[in-house]
């Protein structure tokens, strides 16, 4: 019983203290509810703030990836004076005569000059950059070697000038140069002319200069030492002047000079003088010396640079420089008929002589810059700043297009390299050090104050979704097959190097271009809401203006930049064999890219039997008045655009798979277009392939109310160059089309050669297009960049 009890009693208290038990813990969990939950929206909180951590650190990472390098081995090994025959030059492509050194921040020499009588009834400006606006009857260099001397002549109205350098003792050092300053009277009557030379740095250069005297300047650099620059052997000098002060940089010389002037009084005669020493209050050190010499024709003036005072017997002077000189000369002469053949295909001496002046400006174009691209991506709201790099490149044009330009720099290399490897590697591997992480390179390079002063705004940002024509590739392939017996191990070697940034450039092509269909790419940079403009531009396919589908969208396939990508592979190819790599994965590309079949699905008209992009079109376009109350131009549409074939539109763009030779020899498609490539109608002139045929929509149409057509008809070397030497190769290879196509590249390659040889002649200029109609000349000039191809086509060097 007693059991029973004490064990009912336990039983019943078990049952009370289980009871309080739960009470006391619902009591705790209502405590701790409230805790709990601030626990979870803690931990909320942390991943979302994580969250957000993250996202921020990775779209950094996104915004600075176009500003990163691709990595920290640079293909430019050598430079300054590590490279010394090339270390002093004609560097500044932009000013009429101008020498500097191969350093980030040279001083920099140059000359300025001006008719008094005509600057002050305002009918001239001070001549110092290159400038149409001029209107110098022709400039330019009639010899240049690239390295050791260069002769050129600048006609002026009344006044003939001659500016001639020399280099000596720079085989292993910095060595010495001599310019001489000629100038002589067109007409009968003696002319006075003000000339300006003058020795410059940036505000950043280490150093000095300083004047000693009116004709003579001293300096030092770190790399140089000290420096003497002395005026020599001048007559004919009426007056003179100085000028020593601190100018706001290089682009700003001439405005420095300009706010300088002022009147000079000595007896009964007036001149116009540079101001004396203007400097800021307690400042001594000014970057800016200049000296003026009112001469009277004919004068003559040399410019001595010396590294050591020395005595005056060793001078580069009078005798001594026209030695030297005449050397230069000779081995010029003798080298240009070695490697071009001119002589022994017949041509005259006159028609050399114009041959050797448009490679020479070529040569002579080329510059050194350095500084620093402005550049965007699709991550960054506002432009960045490249990393400050030098560049060592040819140019277009000294006059429209001082700075180094992606796509033409290819087809600047083909003569570059033919002349001198170890320029035009030097050239390539300057490039290929501006490409970032991402395996891209800005196809226009604006570098350095003097080369941003002269570009309009909305050219100077460089966006990372923006391609270029890969040209390299091509020079890269005709170094190593068409001047392969020029190859040595060392730049064998080099090429070598340069073969984790080839890979890596193919790469970003391949995918930052890719286009909607397997096989098929698309250019980027085309505005759907251009709509001012009768069809957008393609600047980045460096075909500007060329008619492309009427409405940019994502499903455009573009055949150029297909074919571009089949040349590249190829090439990549071609270079893995010949350096010991594996280049099975670009010959396959090639291969498939290049497939007959693939290319016509892609891009062939059956009904108008050609190559043609694919895109949302409409012909039925015009530009108009917005309304009678609103003169701006916009564009009209007046036809439902649809996916198509632009088959309309025929030139330049429907060539590419015959320019590229993609075409196999065999194919009725080669006929197609080789007999396309005759007709008047089309694109065949007396004066080379238009660039569209006078029966597409476009042809010679205005883009916008001021923009003249330019890819539109007139006619252009570049790819008249590759049509040139596609015919060639079709002329070599067995099939049905062999004689034709050696029959149309006989005659195509005198039309060109002839033409640009009669315009030069009568001109002084080779241009930067030709008119379809007439074969003049238009565009800037001097364009001795691509155009100057006609030199390889005179040689028949492919």
């Given at each position: 019983m007693t059991r029973q009890r004490r064990g009912g009693n336990e039983h019943h208290h078990k049952e009370k203290s289980g009871a309080s038990d739960r009470r006391q813990l619902h009591r705790i969990s209502e405590e701790d509810a409230p805790k709990s939950r601030m626990s979870w929206l803690w931990t909320l909180v942390m991943l979302a703030l994580l969250a957000v951590a993250s996202h921020l650190t990775y779209t950094g990472y996104l915004e600075t990836r176009v500003t990163t390098k691709f990595d920290n081995?640079?293909?430019?090994?050598?430079?300054?004076?590590?490279?010394?025959?090339?270390?002093?030059?004609?560097?500044?492509?932009?000013?009429?005569?101008?020498?500097?050194?191969?350093?980030?921040?040279?001083?920099?020499?140059?000359?300025?000059?001006?008719?008094?009588?005509?600057l002050v009834q305002g009918a001239q400006s001070i001549r110092h950059s290159c400038d149409q606006g001029d209107k110098l009857q022709r400039y330019g260099w009639l010899e240049h070697d690239g390295i050791n001397f260069g002769v050129q002549e600048l006609v002026d109205g009344p006044v003939t000038l001659k500016t001639t350098f020399v280099k000596r003792g720079h085989e292993s050092g910095a060595g010495e140069w001599s310019a001489r300053i000629e100038a002589s009277s067109n007409v009968e009557a003696q002319q006075e002319l003000s000339l300006i030379f003058y020795v410059a740095s940036e505000e950043k250069a280490e150093g000095w200069i300083q004047e000693d005297g009116v004709m003579r300047f001293e300096g030092h650099t770190p790399q140089l030492g000290d420096f003497f620059?002395?005026?020599?052997?001048?007559?004919?000098?009426?007056?003179?002047?100085?000028?020593?002060?601190?100018?706001?940089?290089?682009?700003?010389?001439?405005?420095?000079?300009?706010?300088?002037?002022?009147?000079?009084?000595?007896?009964?005669?007036?001149?116009?003088?540079?101001?004396?020493?203007?400097?800021?209050?307690?400042?001594?050190?000014?970057?800016?010396?200049?000296?003026?010499?009112?001469?009277?024709?004919?004068?003559?003036?040399?410019?001595?640079?010396?590294?050591?005072?020395?005595?005056?017997?060793?001078?580069?002077?009078?005798?001594?420089?026209?030695?030297?000189?005449?050397?230069?000369?000779?081995?010029?002469?003798?080298?240009?008929?070695?490697?071009?053949?001119?002589?022994?295909?017949?041509?005259?001496?006159?028609?050399?002589?114009?041959?050797?002046?448009?490679?020479?400006?070529?040569?002579?174009?080329?510059?050194?810059?350095?500084?620093?691209?402005?550049?965007?991506?699709?991550?960054?709201?506002?432009?960045?700043?490249?990393?400050?790099?030098?560049?060592?490149?040819?140019?277009?044009?000294?006059?429209?297009?001082?700075?180094?330009?992606?796509?033409?720099?290819?087809?600047?290399?083909?003569?570059?390299?033919?002349?001198?490897?170890?320029?035009?590697?030097?050239?390539?591997?300057?490039?290929?050090?501006?490409?970032?992480?991402?395996?891209?390179?800005?196809?226009?390079?604006?570098?350095?104050?003097?080369?941003?002063?002269?570009?309009?705004?909305?050219?100077?940002?460089?966006?990372?979704?923006?391609?270029?024509?890969?040209?390299?590739?091509?020079?890269?392939?005709?170094?190593?097959?068409?001047?392969?017996?020029?190859?040595s191990k060392e730049h064998i070697g080099t090429i070598a190097k340069f073969w984790p940034r080839l890979q890596k450039w193919f790469s970003?092509?391949?995918?930052?271009?890719?286009?909607?269909?397997?096989?098929?790419?698309?250019?980027?940079?085309?505005?759907?809401?251009?709509?001012?403009?009768?069809?957008?531009?393609?600047?980045?396919?460096?075909?500007?203006?060329?008619?492309?589908?009427?409405?940019p969208t994502e499903e455009e396939r573009h055949i150029d930049l297909t074919c571009w990508m089949a040349m590249a592979s190829q090439s990549m190819a071609i270079i893995a064999d010949r350096i010991g790599q594996n280049g099975d994965k670009y010959l396959d590309t090639y291969t498939a890219l290049s497939d007959p079949l693939l290319m016509n699905k892609l891009f062939w008209s059956g009904s108008m039997r050609r190559y043609a992009d694919f895109g949302l079109h409409t012909d039925a376009v015009k530009l108009g008045r917005k309304s009678k109350?609103?003169?701006?131009?916009?564009?009209?549409?007046?036809?439902?655009?649809?996916?198509?074939?632009?088959?309309?539109?025929?030139?330049?763009?429907?060539?590419?798979?015959?320019?590229?030779?993609?075409?196999?020899?065999?194919?009725?498609?080669?006929?197609?277009?080789?007999?396309?490539?005759?007709?008047?109608?089309?694109?065949?002139?007396?004066?080379?392939?238009?660039?569209?045929s006078t029966d597409s929509p476009m042809y010679l149409k205005k883009n916008t109310e001021h923009d003249a057509p330019y890819w539109r008809g007139p006619i252009w070397m570049n790819i008249n160059y590759l049509a040139v030497k596609a015919l060639h190769h079709y002329s070599q290879a067995e099939g049905p089309f062999k004689v034709l196509a050696g029959e149309i590249y006989k005659e195509l390659c005198s039309n060109l050669v002839t033409n640009i040889l009669k315009r030069y002649k009568d001109s002084g200029f080779v241009y930067e297009q030709y008119n379809d109609k007439t074969g003049e000349g238009q565009g800037c000039k001097p364009f001795t960049g691509w155009s100057a191809l006609v030199v390889l086509i005179m040689g028949e060097i492919y």
């Open positions: 081995i640079k293909m430019v090994e050598k430079t300054g004076l590590d490279v010394p025959k090339r270390y002093w030059g004609s560097y500044r492509s932009g000013v009429y005569f101008g020498m500097s050194t191969r350093e980030p921040h040279s001083p920099v020499l140059g000359l300025m000059w001006y008719q008094p009588q005509k620059v002395t005026l020599l052997n001048y007559s004919n000098v009426v007056h003179s002047s100085q000028l020593v002060t601190k100018a706001d940089g290089l682009h700003r010389l001439k405005d420095t000079i300009m706010a300088s002037l002022k009147w000079d009084v000595i007896g009964s005669s007036k001149f116009i003088s540079l101001g004396g020493v203007i400097l800021p209050k307690g400042d001594n050190k000014p970057n800016f010396i200049a000296t003026q010499l009112l001469v009277k024709t004919p004068f003559t003036m040399e410019v001595v640079y010396q590294i050591d005072e020395g005595v005056s017997q060793s001078r580069l002077s009078a005798q001594q420089l026209d030695e030297e000189l005449q050397r230069h000369r000779g081995d010029f002469k003798n080298k240009f008929e070695k490697v071009f053949r001119l002589k022994d295909k017949g041509y005259s001496a006159e028609d050399i002589s114009s041959a050797k002046a448009t490679f020479s400006n070529l040569l002579g174009g080329i510059g050194y810059f350095y500084g620093s691209s402005l550049v965007m991506s699709k991550y960054t709201e506002e432009p960045r700043s490249y990393w400050k790099a030098p560049l060592y490149t040819a140019v277009p044009s000294r006059s429209f297009f001082p700075r180094g330009f992606l796509w033409d720099e290819g087809f600047h290399e083909l003569l570059v390299s033919t002349w001198d490897l170890d320029i035009s590697l030097d050239v390539i591997a300057h490039w290929l050090d501006l490409m970032n992480i991402e395996g891209w390179i800005p196809r226009e390079q604006i570098l350095g104050e003097e080369a941003r002063s002269r570009v309009p705004d909305e050219f100077v940002v460089q966006k990372n979704e923006n391609a270029n024509p890969p040209t390299f590739l091509l020079t890269l392939k005709y170094i190593l097959t068409s001047q392969r017996n020029k190859l970003w092509y391949n995918v930052s271009q890719i286009g909607p269909l397997p096989g098929s790419y698309r250019w980027r940079g085309r505005d759907p809401n251009a709509l001012n403009e009768l069809n957008p531009k393609t600047l980045t396919s460096g075909l500007d203006d060329y008619p492309r589908a009427s409405h109350n609103d003169s701006s131009i916009i564009r009209f549409v007046q036809g439902k655009p649809k996916a198509q074939l632009v088959d309309k539109t025929f030139g330049y763009v429907s060539l590419f798979p015959f320019l590229l030779c993609l075409i196999p020899p065999n194919s009725p498609k080669l006929g197609d277009v080789l007999n396309d490539l005759k007709k008047p109608e089309l694109l065949w002139t007396p004066y080379g392939l238009r660039s569209l």
